[in-house]
């Protein structure tokens, strides 16, 4: 008979703490007994867990919950906000995109950078990075990019981004003294959309990117799925009629179709996925697809229900901004939010 392992004091503490930790980051700041109804923790557990957390330099004293009310009790704690920052990168073709963030969550630093031929990328990338972090330094930075990375040895080969080599998340890390995680950029949409956007409460779907360049991402029981070597989703390599589906949607000319004309070239990329996959939800994002809004959405899934008998339910994207960069961002407190919390 195999014994069953109880947790040790010391995991336990780890485990209210990280509780009240999450509970501060979804909710704001917390008095002591309102941490106390939320995590069911006794009124001797919670007063430790928060001189634990103060003493880390985890939490702080934000305000109290009213004028009327005094004592430890009536004290609002609140996440040490600067206790760690980190970085999101989207790097297109054209520009670079990076957004600095809080261990909270809340944006501190922007900047753009243009991608020309010739400078080195990995230096620009670093140096946006750098402009955008206004004088601290990222715990951990996510770079979203097009083309193929490796799931265990995070080579990347890139195709047409100016400067791409297969080093490139070396040599960010290298200029910039801090982790980094290269991903690809639709992966990394594709968790924004299951955060924060049009995938919510789907633990199956597949994110269509139809912008400068053509891809998809795929998520399946919950899990994003990269592939053995991380082309997972290249739809864009696909054939139709003898033509690539890529320059069927070449975003210069899909964006000059009409309604009606661009779900026709869509759902043929949408079946395909579909077919294979049966996601249940099929997700259109960027420029063209989420531009396209609820009516195009609604073209393609008319479409896609004369082909197929799988129900598959299709929406526009509904991050806000650039779901790439959302999604590094939120790749990054993630990891840093297990770093520094535990």
Known sequence: MVGVKTATPTMARAIND???LDLLLDRGPLTAPQLRALTGLSR????????????DGLIEVTGESGADRRGPNARLYGVVAGRAHVAGVD?????????????????????TRAVLPGPDLG???ADAVVDAAGGVTPHTVVVGAPGLIHPRTGAASFGKLPGGRADLRT???DRLGVPVVLENEVNLAAIAEHR???AVGHDDFVLLWLDDGIGAAVVLDGRLRRGASGGAGEVGLLKFGGTDFCDLMETGLAQGLGPEALADRIVEGVFALVAVLDPGL??????????????LAALVAARLGDLSFAPTEVRPSLVAG????????LTALDLTRDDVFG
């Not at 670079?96 to 630093?109: E, P, Y």
């Open 123 to 125: 230096a620009l990338v």
């Open 282 to 295: 099929v997700v259109l994002g960027g420029a063209v697809g989420g531009g396209g809004g609820d009516r």
């Open 171 to 173: 040599v960010i890390a």
């Open 196 to 198: 924060e956007g049009a």
């Open 18 to 20: 990280r509780l009240a």
């Open 322 to 329: 650039d779901a790439v960069l959302r999604g590094a961002v």
């Open 44 to 55: 001797p557990t919670v007063s430790d867990l928060i001189e634990r957390l103060r003493a």
């Open 91 to 111: 790097l297109r073709r054209g520009s670079v995109h990076v957004s600095v963030a809080d261990i909270a969550g809340s944006v501190r630093g922007t900047a």
